[in-house]
């Protein structure tokens, strides 16, 4: 357990609607990290932060915003949410072990937009 | 082409078996690997980490790498019933360690 908690950890939504995802970690963790995991695909990276207001985009980055106001918060969102963003979505965290850098899961949040 | 490729099983094997998971990857720029486990409904769970040639072990658990051939492996010796989960090889690339590509998985099942 690296200090990740998601919130929330289910939700169900309607197409176009916005919505978005918390990511909240303990440890003062620098790079924070969203995926997105759908069967056949694996995980994909979506969006990663490398610090307080610092974000850059991973592969699947189209329709997904985030923002980091502060070290322990990591937000995605949904800015109209469509059926083809439905999927299970995990918050991760990089953390330097035996002088590698290692990611960390949160238990993610499952979305289902109808 | 894929980046990473996992066969995405069901590998079944019997407990007490080892099982043989396996990947390969496409960026020779690659510099680290890793093996997570995941059980249905759960979070990846990191289990392994590897970035020199050669084997790593951890307990029942060997990590194997081969850069030349662009392939890396996991052995479980001793499976066990509570080892039947997916298991998620990743790989970081040339891009940098930031960047983590994963394979889609291998399903292990271990048959009591």
């Known amino acids: 357990d690296a200090g990740i908690t998601q919130s929330p950890r289910h939700k169900v939504t309607e197409t176009g609607t916005p919505v978005t995802l918390r990511c909240h970690q303990t440890?003062?963790?620098?790079?924070m990290y969203w995926y997105r995991q759908d069967p056949g695909h694996g995980l994909r990276l979506i969006h990663y932060s490398y610090g307080v207001k610092d974000t850059d985009k991973g592969e699947v980055s189209d329709g997904y915003s985030v923002s980091r106001s502060k070290t322990e918060d990591f937000l995605l969102t949904l800015e109209s949410a469509t059926s083809s963003q439905t999927s299970v979505y995990f918050c991760?965290?990089?953390?330097?072990?035996?002088?590698?850098?290692?990611?960390?899961f949160g238990p993610g949040t499952r979305l289902l937009v109808l | 082409q894929k980046e990473v490729e996992q066969n995405s099983g069901p590998l079944s094997v019997p407990e007490g078996a080892i099982a043989s998971l396996n990947c390969t990857y496409s960026?020779?720029?690659?510099?680290?690997f890793f093996w997570y486990r995941q059980y249905s409904g759960k979070s990846p769970e990191l289990i392994m980490f590897?970035?020199?040639?050669g084997d790593k072990e951890d307990g029942r658990f060997t990590a194997q790498l081969n850069k030349a051939s662009q392939y890396v492996s996991l052995l479980i010796r001793d499976s066990q019933p509570s080892d039947s989960a997916t298991y998620l090889c990743?790989?970081?690339?040339?891009?940098?360690?930031?960047?983590?590509?994963f394979g889609t998985g291998t399903k292990l099942q271990v048959i009591p």
């Open positions: 960026d020779r720029g690659s510099q680290s």
């Open positions: 440890e003062n963790h620098r790079y």
């Open positions: 991760a965290i990089s953390e330097s072990k035996a002088g590698e850098e290692t990611q960390y």
């Open positions: 590897i970035y020199s040639n």
């Open positions: 990743a790989v970081t690339g040339s891009g940098g360690y930031q960047k983590v590509t």
